[in-house]
């Protein structure tokens, strides 16, 4: 759960949006903005576990690591 918060934390940076997140087949995803992020903290996000998600534009970040949902 801390590698969850972490990541939380780093998008909390760029943006508080009212529904920041969905859910689909076992895919947490988060709609930040990729291009507003930086190169640093995308791999610190990489490392906890989210990748910038393409399947969707690259509007957002997403990740299998999380859980069932």
């Given amino acids: 759960m801390e590698d969850l918060i972490k990541a939380l934390q780093i998008f ?5 949006p009212r529904n920041p ?7 947490f995803y988060i709609q930040i903005d990729p ?3 930086s ?5 610190e996000l990489e490392k906890l576990g989210f990748d910038v998600d393409s399947e969707f534009g ?12």
């Fill in 12 to 16: 909390l940076k760029y943006g508080n």
């Fill in 58 to 69: 690259g509007i957002g970040f997403g990740s299998y690591r999380y859980g069932s949902c």
């Fill in 21 to 27: 997140s969905n859910c689909s087949h076992d895919y």
């Fill in 39 to 43: 190169d640093e903290d995308i791999i």
């Fill in 35 to 37: 291009s507003l992020v």
